[in-house]
Nanobody, 127 residues
């Protein structure tokens, strides 16, 4: 059974940093897309960053302007999201997601490309 478990969320002041991690069990990173999404209260879940775990190609929401970095460690089945220069508008629940291995994903930042989701980790940024 696929399990994705996020960790690393918390409360920080604006300008601070957090590093989120997603541990996958019973799941292969090879041949797959994985991503990070976030959802603020009353808003739609939006794509933050995604990665092709074979090629290492990365994809980011334009609004992030280089503040976030997605990475993966295939040997440890771990996906990470380094978040720097955090802003209050970054507040929300952050989710790790994974597509079915071998799926052709044409829009890596769209939630419907992903079949598996973690429970989420809360990020709160105060001004």
């Amino acid at each position: 059974q696929v399990q994705l478990v996020e960790s690393g969320g918390g409360s920080v002041q604006a300008g601070g940093s957090l590093r989120l991690s997603c541990a996958a069990s019973a799941y292969t990173f090879s041949g797959n897309y994985m991503g990070w999404f976030r959802q603020a209260p009353g808003k739609e879940r939006e794509g933050v960053a995604a990665i092709n775990t074979i090629s290492g190609s990365t994809y980011y929401a334009v609004s992030l302007k280089g503040r976030f970095t997605i990475s993966r460690d295939n040997s440890k089945n771990t996906l990470s999201l380094q978040m720097d220069s955090l802003k209050p508008e970054d507040t929300g629940m952050y989710y790790c997601a994974a597509a079915v291995p071998g799926t052709v994903v044409t829009q890596p930042l769209i939630r419907y490309a992903y079949n598996y989701w973690g429970q989420g980790t809360q990020v709160t940024v105060s001004s």
